[in-house]
Structures are given as C-alpha cells and as structure tokens.
C-alpha cells in the first residue's frame, strides 16, 4: 500500500539518508491510507494536519510535527491549506525513530532547516555544504522534545466504540454510565479500560479529543465563539482557559504565531 504520489515514492528511492519534500494540498486533502519505506517526519509551514492510524490520530498543528515509523499505514488529511514540508529518513540514518507514531514540538531552527533541506537535489555532494546542512539537522532532529497532542484508541471493542462516537461528534456531553449502556459496558469498566489502554483518563482523553478538533476547526477559519461552544464548552473564555492550559497560549496567538 503505496502513497499515489509519484514524487513521494521517487524520494523512496533516493541515495541519501534524509531527503526532504515540498508539496501544498489544498482544505480537506487527503493522502488516502499508504505507508512508506522510509520513517516520515510530517511537518507544515503552514496549515493543520492530521495523522490517523489504526492505533490512533495526531494532529499537526503550526510548529509541531508527527513522526511516523517505516511501514505504518496512515493516512493524513488537511485541515485547510497546507504547505506540507516533510522528511524521509532511511533506516541508517543517524536519527532514532521509535516503533509509535509521535508528535514533536518544530523549534524555529529546525523548521529553517527543513525548509532548506526539501530544496535540495537529489545527488548532492558527500563533502559540500549540503551534507553539512543535512548533518546539523539530524542532530537537532534526534532532541526534539515530544508534545501531547496524540489521540489513542482503546483496542477492547466497548471503549473503543465510545472512541469512534467521539471522534465523530467531540461535543457528545454523555458521561461514562450513559456511554456504558449503549455499549454494554459498566462505568467501571469503561474508566479502567481507558486508562490502561489510552493511558488517559475517559475525561483527559475526551479533552484532548476536543482540543484536537479545535486546531482542526480554527485552522479552516472558524472563529473561536464558534468552536467553543460547538465543542461544548459553556463559554468561549472556557474554552480559551483550556487551550491556554493545554498548549500554553490562547487560539488567536498560538494560530498566529506558529505554535506558540
């Protein structure tokens, strides 16, 4: 399951270790589900993405990155316009690559470095500055500190269908007794299971699933009021104190500036 990309797949082939690739999509794009042989570091100048897998979705919002291990089918969809500006490591790269998808905080050098690298030919020499260019980012790719903005799925069938409700309507107020009778499951039940399966609480992982859609909504241009109260928060100052919480500014900054 390959991407449909031909460019993409070219890059596969290339003599490097890390070679980059800049490609803009355009509100609502979707890659469709394909894997890579090579490690992807999904990135953005500018827009929202996200990233699902079977295990779980991540969200790319400005200043952040996912990287997705070789072989992971995924799929990534735009939130609105994109200027994707992604990486692929071969497996002899110097950078480590765990076995789950993550997501990574962009510092404003790597995001320099990046741009540069996708601008680069596909043989260029081992002893130019290009190779120098491409050696400083892999070091400054191997400390990038992880950021909370994954969504896992619970793997049992109960929790997981609670999932699944709420990835499609994240402002679903229910509580766990009431997700529990519509799934055949006790409140007890549903708590542990998120828990040791998420390793989230039901109310964390319900948080973050709305503060996943919000990145989502703002990045296509709706207005905070809006989001907010569709997502269910009684005010827009509520919702505004939990995205300051969570990602350290309030929506209107954080979107402007990049990712805080």
Excluded at 99 to 107: G, H, L
Excluded at 199 to 223: D, K, V
Excluded at 226 to 242: H, K, N, T
Aim: with cysteine; charged share 25%.
């Amino acid at each position: 399951m390959r991407s449909r990309d031909p460019a993409v797949e070219e890059r596969q082939r290339w003599p490097k270790a890390i070679v980059g690739y800049a490609v803009d999509y355009h509100a609502g794009h979707s890659t469709g589900r394909h894997a890579h042989d090579r490690a992807q570091l999904v990135h953005a100048e500018k827009g929202v993405m996200t990233v699902r897998t079977d295990d779980g979705a991540w969200v790319v919002p400005p200043g952040y990155a996912v990287w997705v291990p070789p072989e992971v089918v995924h799929e990534v969809r735009a939130a609105g316009p994109v200027a994707m500006r992604t990486l692929y490591l071969r497996a002899d790269s110097p950078v480590p690559i765990g076995p789950r998808c993550q997501v990574v905080r962009v510092p404003a050098l790597v995001r320099e470095l990046i741009a540069r690298v996708v601008q680069l030919p596909e043989n260029y020499p081992d002893d130019g500055p290009e190779s120098r260019l491409v050696a400083v980012l892999a070091d400054e790719l191997a400390g990038l500190p992880l950021a909370p903005l994954d969504l896992p799925l619970p793997r049992d069938r109960r929790p997981l269908a609670v999932a699944e409700a709420l990835i499609a309507s994240p402002a679903d107020g229910r509580d766990l007794e009431a997700w529990g009778r519509s799934v055949g499951a006790s409140d007890r039940t549903l708590a542990r299971l998120f828990r040791r399966e998420t390793g989230l609480t039901f109310g964390r992982w319900r948080q973050r699933r709305r503060l996943l859609a919000a990145l989502e909504r703002l990045a296509g241009g709706e207005s905070v009021t809006a989001v907010a109260l569709d997502l269910g928060y009684e005010s827009p100052s509520a919702f505004i104190a939990m995205f300051r919480r969570a990602l350290g500014a309030s929506p209107t900054r954080y979107l402007r500036h990049g990712g805080g």
